[in-house]
Antibody, heavy 119, light 112 residues
Framework: QITLKESGPTLVKPTQTLTLTCAFS??????????VGWIRQPPGKALEWLAL???????RYSPSLKSRLTITKDTSKNHVVLTMTNMDPVDTATYYC???????????WGQGTMVTVSS | DVVMTQSPISLPVTLGQPASISCRSS???????????LNWFQQRPGQSPRRLIY???TRDSGVPDRFSGSGSGTDFTLQISRVEAEDVGVYYC?????????FGQGTKLEIK
């Protein structure tokens, strides 16, 4: 069964760059139609989509955060990495990665990783 | 961006009674291939979101048949025929037709 797991720092300082890794299993990011997305959720607030990368290396970003985000994949290691620059306290949130297929969004989610931005 | 507006924001329901959540989009969610990419997610307290329904009305594997989705164009509904205690949580709609992908603000279901 498909699983995804996020990892990264729990605490980052303002202005620092956040790097999160999504390790997944039981699917391949070299399979046509497959993608992995990132979604975040500030404490007590709604879900917000951040970025998505497809099997063909097509990348999509939230326009409001595009200048700060980079998503990459390592197909051989079954990893997707999200970097977010210039972190601010408002970026404090739980960050999720999720399996995606063209026309079939976010059917499986990781457990999430909580990131706090504070000096 | 397509704005997804859910109502109500809070939904107190008696066990065994039905519940209904509305989701309206600021643009039609019909894609050029004829499909409508409207999804519903459930987030139980302390858990990750779980997809319940995709393409308006198709239930995911393992989702009880008391959950159903309906709607078209810009107006969609998630219905629970008989609410159970395990249904407590926040429900989100999400559109996958237009970039960027967008979620509703969530509807918190609680037991009255």
């Amino acid at each position: 069964q498909i699983t995804l797991k996020e990892s990264g720092p729990t605490l980052v300082k303002p202005t620092q760059t956040l790097t999160l890794t999504c390790a997944f299993s039981e699917f391949s990011l070299s399979t046509s139609g497959v993608g992995v997305g990132w979604i975040r959720q500030p404490p007590g607030k709604a879900l917000e989509w951040l970025a998505l990368i497809y099997w063909n290396d097509d990348k999509r970003y939230s326009p409001s955060l595009k200048s700060r985000l980079t998503i990459t994949k390592d197909t051989s290691k079954n990893h997707v990495v999200l970097t977010m620059t210039n972190m601010d306290p408002v970026d404090t949130a739980t960050y999720y990665c999720a399996h995606h297929h063209v026309g079939n969004a976010f059917d499986i989610w990781g457990q999430g990783t909580m990131v706090t931005v504070s000096s | 961006d397509v704005v997804m507006t859910q109502s109500p924001i809070s939904l107190p329901v008696t066990l065994g009674q039905p519940a209904s959540i509305s989701c309206r989009s600021s643009q039609s969610l019909i894609y050029s291939d004829g499909n409508t990419y409207l999804n519903w997610f459930q987030q139980r307290p302390g858990q990750s979101p779980r997809r319940l329904i995709y393409k308006v009305s198709t239930r995911d594997s393992g989702v009880p048949d008391r959950f159903s989705g309906s709607g078209s164009g810009t107006d969609f509904t998630l219905q629970i025929s008989r609410v159970e205690a395990e249904d407590v949580g926040v429900y989100y709609c999400m559109q996958g037709t237009h970039w960027p992908l967008t979620f509703g603000q969530g509807t918190k279901l609680e037991i009255k």
